[in-house]
């Protein structure tokens, strides 16, 4: 709902998520969402959260709305 937009729940909840699964020793995480402009803010989040763009499925909701995948890499990192 666009009343519940751009308050920063989506941000905290994500980084909640992805702190209890990197606890939890989990190496990545998918989300998606689609292509359409009402979705824009979420794809601006996953961006800024590191989230990669992996997949486009086209026409996976309806003719001309994509289904965009996104995934982020949560294993610590070796530096050896």
Same mark, same amino acid.
Do not use: M, W
């Given at each position: &709902?666009? $009343?519940?937009? *751009? =308050? +920063?729940? +989506? +941000? /905290? %909840?994500? $980084?909640?998520?992805?702190?209890? %699964? !990197?606890? !939890? $020793?989990? =190496? !990545?995480? @998918?989300?998606?969402?689609?292509? $359409? %402009?009402?979705? +824009? ?8 959260? #590191?989230? /990669?763009?992996?997949?486009?499925? #086209?026409? &996976? @909701? ?9 995934? /982020?890499? %949560?294993? !610590?990192?070796?530096? *050896?």
């Amino acid at each position: &709902h666009k $009343d519940l937009t *751009s =308050h +920063g729940y +989506g +941000g /905290r %909840l994500l $980084d909640r998520i992805i702190e209890i %699964l !990197k606890g !939890k $020793d989990a =190496h !990545k995480l @998918y989300v998606n969402t689609s292509s $359409d %402009l009402f979705y +824009g803010p979420a794809r601006v989040l996953y961006k800024s959260r #590191k989230f /990669r763009k992996v997949d486009v499925i #086209k026409n &996976h @909701y309806e003719k001309g709305e994509d289904q965009i995948v996104y995934s /982020r890499n %949560l294993a !610590k990192q070796c530096n *050896s």
